[in-house]
Structures are given as C-alpha cells and as structure tokens.
C-alpha cells in the first residue's frame, strides 16, 4: 500500500527518524523538509544510498508543497535541549517556530496524522491543537512513550525478563513531573509486585525494586545522555516509529500518547500522556484506567504545572 510520510526538521531527531522509518515498512514516501536546505539534501542522500538494501522507497528533500497528500506529518522543528537545560525552558522558542511552520504544512495536509515531537512536548501538542484547527482526532503528541519505554528497560534490566512481557507505564508530562501509575504495572499478567515477590523467593532478584530511582531513570536519563553526547536521538526515532506503525495498522492500538484532555479523572484543556487509543483514524479517546487518589493526585499535579507554562506564553 502507497503510504507518505512527511518529516519537518532535519536535525538528529528528524533525520533519524526518516532513516529508521526508510528501513522499514511504514511508507513507501518520505519527505524530509528543514529551513537548511543543504542539510536536508545532504541527509537525504546519505539515507537513499542504504535503501537498495530493501523495496523500493521514494525519499526526496522537499518544501511544504510537497506535503502534500501526506498520511502523517512528524514535526520534529525546534531547538533541541542544551546539557542542563528543561524541556519547559524551550516553550517559547519552539511554540514561535511551530507558530511560523503549522499554517504552512497544515495548508498542504489538512487531512493528514500530525505527530508532534518537538520539546516540550506536551506544550508542543497543545499549540498546534490551537494553532492549527484541525480536529483533535488528527494530533498526537509522541507524550511519555519513551518515557514508558525507559521505565521497561530499566525494569527488564532489574528482573531480567523481555521488555515486551512488561506492562508498566508512564503518564503526565514528559518531563520532570511525569509519574509511573505503579497500580497499573504488570508482568506477564502478575501485578509487579507479586512478581517481585515470586523471583525474590526463587532467588533470581536480591533487591526489589526502588521506586523513586526508577522514576529518576526515566526522568533524568534523558539530560544524562544529552550530557554525554549532545542529544538524544535513537530511543526517539524508535519511539515515534512505534506511534506510527500504530497509526498505519490494521487495528487500533494503546499507548501513553500526548492529547488533550476533556474531564478525563477531572482535568480539562491541557495536553498530557495517559492511555490512548490510536489508529488508522488517529486518536479515538482515551482509556479510564483506573487510578489510585495518590495517583490521580500527581496527574493533577502535572496538568497544574503544563498550565502554568502555557498560561505565561504567547500562543
């Protein structure tokens, strides 16, 4: 099936996820648009010369006109995190390029998936949601699934046990008031922590797990990567590569994705990561995965702290 995938931004994140993207089976046609004309031709060459590997892939360097009819956007535009920095100190900056790039490509794709992964994510999301005016349906923020996919790594690791068999997850912002519903974590169909309580008396775990270090993995991870080597990229790609084969499959599926929220566990008008079901229609609502007070408490608390940010910008 012909598919076209639109990319906006060259940088690590964009040119890393039009390059996993070309390796796989999402599209047949991917577009890569970034204001640096020459960067966007130069990775789009060094892209095509690894596609004789697999069938045939249009991969092309365009403007916003060739948007056109695409199946989704990715919109990667925006200046990427410095070591140190919050994704929150980014808002305005980036909600001022999104401002400049959305009538642009909403013009030439008005029917397309819009995936939104520019820092911060989640004020990201809420912008163009206003900027745009596309319906609701059409916008997905890549929110907490890596996030999420950190949290499984780090709880593979400790248990030793494939990632896929674990279903724990993040939910809030992405960011530094995300938060991991421990109510709803699972192994293999066992609340984790009657797993725990199993490996640990087979001897094949010695220490349980430690909440809040788990949660400071998948919050500070991140920045330590961009402190090691400028920017984080490939768990990025992988990610939002997960959102759109969702989104191209012949099912719905379920996922921690970035929207807005409508009175879900009592928060309205803000963007932020709980379970989602997306699909070939984009997004479809959310899932009342039942919280504990503690829980539901924290999401408020993240939804507080993403309007507070998007009450001091310009919109």
Same mark, same amino acid.
């Given at each position: ?12 994140v964009?040119? *890393? %996820?039009?390059? @996993?993207?070309? +390796?796989?089976?999402?599209? $047949?046609?991917?577009?890569? &648009? ?31 006109a ?6 989704i ?57 206003k ?12 929110? *907490? %699934?890596?996030? @999420?996919?950190? +949290?499984?790594?780090?709880? $593979?690791?400790?248990?030793? &046990? ?97 929207s ?14 709980t379970? @989602? ?24 608390a ?14």
């Open positions: 099936m012909s598919r076209k995938v639109t990319v906006i931004g060259a940088g690590n964009g040119a *890393t %996820i039009a390059y @996993t993207m070309s +390796l796989g089976d999402i599209a $047949s046609e991917i577009v890569l &648009i970034d204001i640096n004309r020459e960067k966007v031709e130069g990775e789009v060459m060094d892209i095509v010369q690894g596609t004789s590997f697999r069938e045939p892939i249009s991969v092309t360097a365009g403007d916003y060739d948007a056109a009819d695409s199946d956007v990715i919109i990667t535009s925006g200046l990427g995190r410095k070591p140190g920095q919050s994704r929150i100190e980014l808002a305005q900056t980036n909600v001022d390029i999104l401002k400049q790039i959305t009538p642009q490509i909403v013009a030439a794709a008005p029917k397309a998936l819009y995936v939104l992964v520019s820092n911060p994510v989640d004020i990201i999301t809420y912008a163009f949601t900027i745009s005016g596309l319906p609701e349906s059409q916008i997905i923020g890549s929110g *907490t %699934i890596l996030d @999420t996919a950190r +949290l499984r790594y780090d709880l $593979s690791n400790h248990f030793q &046990i494939a990632q896929k068999n674990i279903h724990a997850y993040v939910y809030g912002e992405h960011g530094d008031t995300s938060f991991i519903p421990w109510s709803c974590a699972y192994i293999s169909g066992c609340r984790l922590g009657d797993f725990e309580d199993m490996m640990i008396k087979r001897g094949a775990v010695t220490e349980r797990i430690d909440p809040e270090q788990t949660l400071r993995y998948v919050q500070k991870s991140g920045g330590e990567i961009i402190a090691k080597k400028g920017a984080t990229f490939y768990a990025v790609s992988a990610s939002v590569n997960k959102i759109c084969h969702a989104l191209v499959a012949a099912f719905d599926s379920v996922a921690t994705v970035s807005m929220m409508h009175g879900e566990y009592g928060i309205e008008d803000v963007c932020l990561s379970m @989602t079901i997306i699909g070939p229609e984009g997004i479809k609502g959310k899932v009342p995965t039942p919280l504990t007070q503690e829980e539901i408490s924290k999401l408020h993240s939804a507080n702290a993403l309007k507070a940010v998007i009450q001091s910008l310009k919109i």
